[in-house]
């Protein structure tokens, strides 16, 4: 009888444990971060491996090749990532190591990737480019660049859905709430050049970031919810995760030692310079901010703290908060500007 009474007791504190972690997640789960641990991971060419190179912004993805020698032109079947670059000067910003390493004009320097079936991810659900892209130019040890996001013009966004999309509802009802309380505008796409495409995926979701003057998907799996729709358009649209900001580290407190070393970028700071909302204030109730726990290596141990010691919520409301729309329209303007 005492035995059943201790396992009783036991039980019920650990029901008491377990309900208390589940309080502390934001809508944004953890899990739909850690999903990245099941992911391939790739290590690109490090920065000592490559001269200061410099090549025009296209706003696409860019691998500046290393070159001892004056480059030749390439031939008319290079593909147009390869074609357009020049002799290479690439020009560093110092920074400190809690940074990411970045160009003068705003390029983030990619030192790690994941794979997820077709798809190459940074920043734990950002998709950077295909598979066979990106096999083709890591072959010639190219330096991998994430230029800075660019602005969709006049603020109008078109979309399309794949005919077999998972989460329509979700998607429609996401799309509803930004252009019933943002300044930009998601409409139908009729014959659009530039345009996003919400597609089924395996894993998580993940979006492009900022305008890519093509079709950019939006890849969501079964489990993508509203507030992770909300969070990969934000990405869509050009903003980075909230945890990146320069001044981060005067709000929140980094638990390095709980993150393992190959997830260390999703949580280091962007220069402003990388960003298209330098001058915003830190936002705790952002969608676009981890939670506490989010990829932790001992469940249930923060990753993420306030300075004073205390644990945050995060946004609770699965919606964007009063800081994301703001921000949204200091980046596009007024809605009366764009209709």
């Not at 059943?4 to 208390?20: D, P, W």
């Not at 309380?181 to 492009?208: D, I, M, P, Q």
């Not at 969070?231 to 900001?245: K, P, S, T, V, Y």
């Amino acid at each position: 009888m005492k035995n059943l009474k201790i396992f009783i007791y036991l039980t019920i504190l650990y029901l008491g444990y377990v309900l208390y972690l589940t309080k502390n997640k934001s809508p944004v789960m953890d899990e739909s971060y850690d999903q990245e641990k099941n992911l391939k991971s790739y290590s690109t060419p490090p920065l000592s491996n490559h001269k200061n190179n410099e090549k025009k912004d296209s706003g696409k993805l860019q691998f500046k090749k290393v070159e001892r020698k004056k480059q030749r032109p390439s031939s008319a079947k290079k593909d147009k990532l390869e074609s357009n670059i020049k002799t290479p000067q690439l020009t560093l910003m110092k920074l400190s190591d809690d940074f990411i390493p970045m160009t003068e004009k705003g390029e983030l320097i990619v030192p790690h990737v994941f794979i997820d079936g077709p798809h190459v991810l940074v920043h734990g659900d950002i998709l950077i480019t295909d598979l066979d892209t990106f096999n083709e130019k890591r072959m010639d040890e190219g330096l991998l660049i994430l230029p800075k996001p660019r602005k969709w013009p006049n603020g109008i966004i078109p979309y399309e859905f794949a005919s077999d999309l998972y989460t329509m509802d979700e998607v429609r009802r996401s799309i509803e709430y930004i252009n019933k309380n943002t300044s930009v505008r998601l409409k139908k796409r009729e014959n659009e050049k530039a345009y996003l495409y919400f597609k089924n995926g395996l894993n998580n979701c993940y979006s492009y970031l900022g305008y890519q003057g093509k079709k950019q998907d939006i890849s969501l799996s079964r489990s993508c919810k509203q507030p992770h729709i909300l969070h990969e358009i934000m990405h869509a649209l050009g903003f980075f995760h909230e945890q990146n900001r320069s001044i981060r580290d005067e709000f929140l407190e980094v638990n390095w030692k709980n993150i393992d070393e190959k997830y260390h970028l999703n949580f280091k700071k962007i220069h402003p310079k990388a960003m298209l909302d330098p001058k915003e204030d830190f936002d705790f109730e952002s969608i676009l901010l981890y939670p506490p726990y989010a990829f932790a290596l001992v469940h249930g141990e923060h990753t993420m703290i306030k300075v004073n010691g205390e644990l945050y919520e995060g946004n609770r409301t699965g919606t964007l908060s009063e800081g994301d729309i703001s921000r949204i329209k200091k980046v596009y303007g007024t809605s009366e500007k764009i209709e």
